[in-house]
């Protein structure tokens, strides 16, 4: 069979099954991720994006990351959101079939880091939740250059700091990986760097809250 057309669901679900993780770019089209990053910017100026930090461990959180955040919520989501939620729903299915994972539900929000923001090495599985089964985090920057910082910081092998993988936070591109196997950080940006950062959850965290 030819290879010519693959969804790219289906090379994410096989890069994930072999390594892990998996980096696509442009896995949304420009006017999409143009779509979405307005809807950030709206949450922006109406002040609805919040300090990750705020709340009961804001002390703890603040040295740990600059971002402000604003959940997705399926009934106020834009068209533009709406087809990104799709295209998850598509990645969840493909994820199944040929995974196993027995992913759930995603969760996820919108982030914004203004320059000098960072999130220090991190792994999301245990930090807010150990049903987090695999991270998914869509950049929303348009012409982001290498000289402007922010990277994500992939940590390859948790025993070895020096083995890692620096990922542009490029518009469109789409980064997934198994939220308990990969350590990382986002370096400080020299300009606001935009995202959408969300999670796989197993069924199993229904029951375990
Ligand atoms: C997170 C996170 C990485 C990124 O929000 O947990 O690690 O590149 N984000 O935005
Ligand atoms: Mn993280």
């Not at 220090?120 to 998914?136: G, Y």
């Not at 402007?148 to 936070?169: A, E, K, N, S």
Request: glycine share 6%.
């Amino acid at each position: 069979m030819s290879n010519s057309f693959r969804p790219a669901e289906a090379t994410i679900a096989d890069e994930i099954a072999v390594q892990g993780y998996a980096i696509i770019p442009d896995f949304l089209s420009a006017s999409e991720i143009a779509a979405l990053a307005n809807d950030l910017r709206a949450l922006q100026q109406s002040g609805e994006m919040r300090g990750a930090g705020v709340g009961k461990d804001a002390e703890v959180t603040n040295n740990v990351r600059g971002d402000f955040i604003h959940w997705l919520e399926e009934s106020f989501a834009s068209p533009a959101q709406q087809a990104y939620l799709q295209r998850l729903e598509n990645l969840r299915q493909a994820f199944n079939r040929t995974l196993y994972l027995g992913l759930f539900e995603f969760e996820g929000h919108f982030a914004s880091y203004p320059p000098g923001a960072f999130y220090r090495k991190h792994l999301d599985q245990f930090q807010h939740d150990s049903q987090r089964a695999l991270t998914c985090i869509l950049y929303l920057n348009d012409a982001w250059q290498e000289s402007d910082g922010g990277q994500l910081r992939m940590y390859l092998d948790d025993q070895d700091d020096t083995l890692y993988r620096d990922i542009q936070p490029q518009g469109g591109t789409l980064v997934t990986f198994l939220s308990a196997r990969y350590w990382h950080e986002v370096l400080p940006a020299r300009r606001e760097r935009l995202s959408i950062t969300g999670w796989f959850r197993t069924r199993a965290a229904q029951s375990a809250i």
